[in-house]
């Protein structure tokens, strides 16, 4: 049995941040960071169904077509997309009855939208690029066991040479479906982003303080 204080619900039974229970989840879902960009990604359904919103977590659930969709908002940072990727994981995983793990798992297909910045001069502003890999700065998946290709490690080695002097940041790489990398190359630009620990000094930008 899974205790009180790592799976918390709320008075009602939903899940303590995002607020939901287990029915108000499809198994395809897009993340935006933006809550009000909820609002704009959910106009393309053919119907919705439900509506939530709890702190920087909006969340709609509905159909295009014959696709249940759930698209929500976390806000900005990996601390919030831990929160939100792991309250989902539960949504469907976890028996909150028993609090228990359900025997058969579910495995949900996120599809991440947002906004980056680019190193590269080639890539104009408002380009459209897809992510083959994800290059992370902050420490999140340091935290959790996680199988990781080769490929995966060959860009850790090449990050981690390249940010040498910076004491502490050890990077790790994640790869993007293969499937949808290939679909999205046809109107998109295949690359690689990186998430970092903030917005200024760690991606580089300058007002006040120096790097």
Request: proline fraction near 4%; include cysteine; charged fraction near 25%.
């Amino acid at each position: 049995m899974i205790p009180a204080s790592e799976l918390i619900l709320n008075p009602d039974g939903t899940i303590y941040h995002l607020n939901l229970l287990p029915d108000q989840v499809a198994k395809t879902i897009i993340t935006v960071g933006d809550p009000d960009r909820v609002d704009e990604v959910a106009k393309r359904l053919d119907s919705i169904e439900f509506e939530m919103q709890k702190r920087e977590f909006k969340t709609v659930t509905g159909r295009l077509g014959d696709k249940r969709i759930t698209i929500i908002s976390t806000g900005i940072g990996t601390d919030n997309v831990d929160i939100v990727f792991n309250e989902l994981d539960a949504l469907v995983n976890i028996d909150f009855g028993t609090r228990s793990i359900k025997s058969d798992l579910t495995q949900l297909d996120f599809i991440r939208v947002g906004t980056s910045g680019s190193l590269r001069e080639d890539i104009a502003i408002d380009s459209f690029v897809v992510s083959s890999y994800a290059i992370g700065l902050e420490g999140l998946m340091h935290f959790y066991k996680y199988q990781k290709l080769m490929a995966e490690d060959v860009i850790c080695e090449s990050a981690a040479h390249h940010l040498q002097d910076l004491a502490g940041v050890t990077p790790y790489a994640v790869s993007g479906d293969p499937t949808l990398v290939e679909a999205a190359s046809a109107f998109c630009l295949p690359g690689i982003t990186v998430t970092a620990t903030g917005f200024y000094g760690p991606q580089g930008r300058v007002l006040r303080y120096k790097l």
